[in-house]
């Protein structure tokens, strides 16, 4: 069984390189760490990226190109869904 947690993120600096930002409690809460791949998804489609460290605010990101951003329909302002797939652990493959 997986666990899947989704949160919203908001995107914002398109068309340049395009930045959804992730709060930094839901990331938190999420379980991420800053190196994983996340499904971004709008009402239009979804795409697989990876959440990166932002170097100026020191935030963590999902970095957007002008094609991925174009990809699900998606500019400034609006709200995407993030989510990131926990796999089982391997102990608890084992009991079963």
Known sequence: MQDIITMRAWISSIPGSGVAKINPEDFEAMGLKGDETIEVRSAH??????????????????????????????????????????EESDEKKKKK
């Not at 489609?45 to 990876?50: D, N, Q, R, V």
């Not at 959440?51 to 174009?70: C, G, M, Q, S």
């Open 45 to 86: 489609g979804a795409i697989k990226l990876k959440v990166v460290k932002d170097d100026i605010y020191e935030e963590n990101i999902i970095r957007l190109k002008k094609a991925d951003a174009e990809a699900i329909k998606v500019r400034n302002g609006d709200a995407v869904f993030v989510s990131v797939v926990k």
